[in-house]
């Protein structure tokens, strides 16, 4: 031991930080061990107090607690290797269950009792959900951490302190709707990881702030109305409402635009309806493409007549970050009922986005909400009803999911709402087609009206329409869906007897266990009739590995062109005959 002492005052910090490590490794300590060691957080090389924090983790008392704090708050900025050390020597104090109880007992000041909350959500434990739960409740805690602090007093707080939890959350952030939803996910989240049931209290609050959600929403839905691009694979809304400046010198004019969200977003934008006024002036800003290369034509605002849908007048994105003005002459048309598009079709990675705004006179004015968030407060809402299962806000669902202007995200999400509220396979297989942009309007809005009136002849004809329009990987997922119940089993087993569906989906292992378990009447007889005759899928997939081998023996081959695509593409991560790199397997 006096050999430790001198070391871990010695001249050079290689003793030093040699001294700590011992001390770590020493499974007891006596009181001079411990002195050492805290001597070691006020060593002047950062070195030094890391291992000196290491050693004090690994041997966990309550007096350790206050002079870890001390040393954390010293730390300076940039060094978050000592940071790091210093909070994980906290947590592993914290760990002991009575030094909670006797931390909140002594009282803790505000800066170390954000320490201490940073670093209880790495404790499993009761006393460090509690301390979370006190913690919320008289502190101010930063938007980015409430939601992790939240979701971990849920998980791990004695049962009789839920309904607390909710209240006080309830209570600090009533005003802000938007971050309630948040953190009543956070709450369910934490439920869930613990295998809790959702009690009354969270269904309540639920409630509460979902209808004050849909309020909000229900003023803004229909002013501008999102659609996807034909073709394209995503269907996001990505149109953000943002301030833009304008070559008139205009720094805070507020405009519709497609950049915040990612310029690989696409979408068409179109107002609600309007009478054509003889002069319509705005502003637009954006990209079409990277400036060396040609315009592409896929970024515009343009006005549609309504009635015949002929595209009047076009602006395209004029290749610049400030908006320019555009004045359109529109006497020809003044009287007619246009609508307003921005349309941004280009899917690229960058010069791809366009923004609009600045309207004179305000035939269709920016909104005060983005109309990405309002689809976003719309799934949010759709699945707290659905995992909720507020039946109350059923009918205010309803009426949105008639609107057109709700966009096909929102317009699934509502359906699958409504369906999770009263379960019905049929309906259920209905829900992914009434926001799928790649069927056929008319049929769209018939699956919309099936989940509405659930009438059993529109559902029976939606989905044959639909099984004959939609890819194998959509009739499959269809497929599971219908056999989930007795019901959907004979809607499903009636599709293929009527060659409306392949029975080869009656063939695929994920459908067939589901028929079976639905116990559908005679279910395995009419598999059997239905399937006859049919090669087994392990024959089918056989049979075209063949094909596909014998197409390559007949295809020519040369060993310079392959060993020329292997430099160009394969070189950089592989390596063959001892060419290449070693990063990705050796070939």
Known sequence: DELLAVAAVDEHREVRVHAMRILSETPM???????????????????????????????????????????????????????????????????????????????????????????????????????????????????????????????????????????????????DPDFQFELLGAIQRGLQQRGAAIGPAVVDWGEEVAGAVLDAVEADAGKWNNRPIPGKRETRNPWVVQRRTSADGNLDAFFLCSLPHGESLTGVLASEPFEIPPRLEFFVAGHDGFPDKPVGGNNRVQLRDVDSGEVLKQAPAPRNDRAQHVEWDLADFAGRKGSLEIVDADDDRAYAWIAAGRFKPEVAGVPQTSPSQISQRIEAVAAAVGDLGLASLQPRLASLLELRSVDLNARAALAGALVALNPDSRVAAVVPFVGEPGIADELRDRATQAVLDRDPEVIAGVLKDVVRSVPERQQLTLAETLAADAGGAETLLDLVASGQASARLLQRRSVREKLLASRAPDVVRRIDELTDGLPSPNETIVKLIAERLAAHRDASTSLENGAALFQKHCVDCHKLDGKGTVIGTQL
């Open 29 to 175: 300590w006596s009181r001079p061990h411990r002195n050492l060691a805290l001597a070691g957080l006020d060593d002047t090389d950062p070195f030094v107090q890391r291992a000196a924090a290491d050693a004090l983790g690994r041997h966990p008392q309550y007096g350790n607690i206050a002079p870890l704090l001390a040393a954390l708050a010293g730390v300076p900025e940039g060094d978050t290797h000592l940071r790091h050390t210093l909070r994980m020597a906290i947590r592993d104090q914290l760990k002991e269950q009575d030094n909670y109880r006797q931390l909140r007992a002594d009282g803790v000041q505000r800066a170390d009792a954000d320490a201490v909350a940073g670093v209880s959500i790495a404790i499993q434990s009761a006393e460090a959900a509690s301390f979370l739960l006190h913690h919320i409740s008289h502190a101010t805690v930063e938007p980015h951490d409430l939601a992790r602090y939240i979701q971990h007093a849920a998980r791990f707080i004695p049962d009789d302190e839920t309904a607390a939890l909710v209240a006080v959350v309830r209570s600090k952030f009533g005003d």
